[in-house]
């Protein structure tokens, strides 16, 4: 079965710093989907950023990019100048029929 | 893109008692999810809710227990059966749309269920 991991549950970062959220995955399929979602306290699941697997160039989306290393099962997401409004849950999420979540990554940003 | 509405946002409700969560998508969706949420932690798919046949459950989830329902491509509902504390939870409806190779999930705001 897929498994997502997210091994920090709490991370720290001061305004305009960069943070990397990591984020590992195991899966026996080739073609599949891989998402960071942000929800803040609102509770409102917010798409931060999607990699296909079949695409070997990381995507980015202004501030945030990722590290996608399809050997690894690694799937990192950097928030480059971290502002207030970052602060969120971040859940790093696989999908092939469906999508399975990790646990997430508190990230407070430090004023 | 998708905007999902959820009603209620939240809700206290005795023992015993049923709720029907009912979720409304502004564009049609290819499918359909409900998730579980407990405060500060993950999501827990519940089942896909399928146009006009019976939800696909997770392991774990039952029918009888979490009767869904999906009349067309922009409609769902979820009731919460014969309730207990331990169904106090957040619950989340969520619409994929798929277009070719892109597709993208999104979420609605979520159902606050309190269970005296």
């Known amino acids: 079965a897929q498994t997502v991991t997210q091994s920090q549950p709490e991370m720290s970062v001061q305004e305009a710093e960069t943070v990397t959220l990591s984020c590992t995955y195991d899966?026996?399929?080739?073609?599949?989907?891989l998402f960071w979602y942000k929800q803040p306290p609102s509770r409102q699941m917010i798409l931060v950023i999607r990699q296909e697997a079949y695409k070997q160039q990381n995507a980015t989306e202004n501030r945030f990019s990722v590290n996608f290393q399809k050997a690894a099962k690694s799937f990192s997401l950097k928030i480059s100048d971290s502002q207030l409004g970052d602060a969120a849950m971040y859940f790093c999420?696989?999908?092939?029929?469906?999508?399975?979540f990790g646990k997430g990554t508190r990230l407070h940003i430090l004023p | 893109s998708a905007v999902i509405s959820q009603k209620p946002s939240r809700d206290i409700c005795q023992r015993g008692t049923s709720l029907t969560i009912q979720c409304q998508v502004d564009s049609q969706v290819t499918m359909m999810f409900w998730y579980r949420q407990q405060p500060g932690q993950s999501l827990t798919l519940i089942a896909t809710a399928n146009q006009g046949s019976e939800a696909t459950y997770e392991s774990g989830f039952v029918i009888d227990k979490f009767p869904i329902s999906r009349p067309n491509l922009t409609f769902s509902t979820l009731t919460v059966s014969n309730m207990s504390p331990e169904d106090s939870s957040i619950y989340l409806c969520s619409g994929l749309k798929l277009a070719g190779r892109t597709d993208t999930q999104y979420f609605g705001p979520g159902t606050r269920l309190t269970v005296l």
């Open positions: 999420a696989y999908r092939d029929d469906k999508i399975i």
């Open positions: 899966t026996s399929e080739s073609d599949y989907y």
